[in-house]
């Protein structure tokens, strides 16, 4: 498992002025049982991830959930295609209403960075449909809206270098167990 993850991360496109090839690899090797991370290895994976944000050079279908919700002066077809970060945004907070009345973008974002950089987060590697990535999750506290959850979580995939989504999961951490997520390693335990 470790030559996979060594392999994996050579095949990674991230510019090394990004920084992100040794949060990478910190993270690969985590996940593979290959070392165990300190508090300040921990850290600084997790200041990377949530200075990662969603990919701002994506788009991403807006689907039949957003279909008729206004944004930005106009109505959208599921076939129209955003920023990830207004997809999650307009999926998880203004249609689902996981999030509390008014927040904004700006505020979704930064209250998923806040709760990447939260010590009280629980933090785990996984492969999530083959592909690596670091979650955090979180009890929602003041992030839950009225139709919110008790749990944020959040997914960043080791392959892009971004977030690939942020929600309250209706089922709570029994969402980590379904079979489309293997080979889970907490770095951090929920408390």
Not at 15 to 44: K, Q, V
Not at 94 to 102: K, L, N, T
Not at 142 to 158: I, K, Q, S, T
Request: hydrophobic content about 40%; overall charge positive.
């Amino acid at each position: 498992m470790r030559r996979e993850a060594e392999e994996e991360l050579k095949r990674m496109s991230t510019p090394p002025s990004s920084g992100r090839p040794a949060i990478h690899g910190l993270i690969l090797g985590a996940a593979t049982g290959a070392r165990e991370l300190d508090a300040a290895e921990l850290r600084r994976v997790l200041e990377g991830v949530a200075g990662a944000g969603f990919d701002p050079r994506a788009t991403e279908r807006a689907g039949g959930r957003l279909a008729g919700v206004s944004w930005r002066g106009q109505l959208l077809k599921g076939s129209d295609r955003l920023a990830p970060a207004e997809v999650h945004y307009l999926r998880h907070v203004v249609v689902a209403r996981e999030w509390p009345a008014g927040t904004s973008l700006q505020e979704y974002v930064g209250g998923i960075q806040a709760v990447i950089l939260d010590p009280a987060s629980a933090v785990l590697t996984s492969r999530y449909q083959g592909a690596w990535q670091l979650t955090v999750v979180r009890r929602s506290g003041p992030l839950r809206g009225p139709n919110g959850f008790a749990w944020v979580l959040v997914d960043y995939r080791v392959q892009t270098g971004h977030w690939v989504t942020a929600y309250q999961p209706g089922e709570g951490l029994q969402v980590l167990q379904r079979p489309t997520r293997e080979g889970i390693r907490w770095l951090r335990r929920p408390s």
